[in-house]
């Protein structure tokens, strides 16, 4: 599985990004998935993944209320909606499939596939 996360970029405290990742799978539904971030110096934290079980999710209590993620209808893509951006959630952004799992986690070590990651930077 390959994927290609896009739409990170430069916005201002409170402002809004929307990213995707695309996987070169015909479908992610079977899979547990989920968006990951690493900040300088920082030890790589999940920030809200879905399970293919249920299709439950889960986010980091850093960004409940404000991040939303959601399948594309396109059943290969994933997004990751962040809204009232701060700039403590500058940071790479990454997704990550487990092709194991039905249900997800926020913890990384059971995801065997990630995407290269893309630059999110909120400025005060």
């Known amino acids: 599985v390959q994927l290609q996360a896009s739409g990170g970029g430069l916005v201002r405290s409170g402002g809004s990004l929307r990213l995707s990742c695309a996987a070169s799978?015909?479908?992610?539904?079977?899979?547990?998935v989920g968006w990951f971030r690493q900040a300088p110096g920082k030890e790589r934290e999940g920030v809200s993944c879905?399970?293919?079980?249920?299709?439950?999710?889960y986010y980091a209590d850093s960004v409940k209320g404000r991040f939303t993620i959601s399948r594309g209808n396109a059943k290969n893509t994933l997004f990751l909606q962040m809204d009232n951006l701060k700039p403590e959630d500058t940071a790479v952004y990454y997704c990550?499939?487990?092709?194991?799992?039905?249900?997800?986690?926020?913890?990384?070590?059971?995801?065997?596939?990630w995407g290269q990651g893309t630059q999110v930077t909120v400025s005060s």
């Open positions: 990550a499939v487990d092709t194991y799992g039905r249900l997800c986690t926020l913890v990384s070590s059971p995801y065997q596939y």
């Open positions: 799978v015909a479908t992610l539904e079977w899979y547990a």
């Open positions: 879905i399970s293919s079980l249920d299709g439950s999710t």
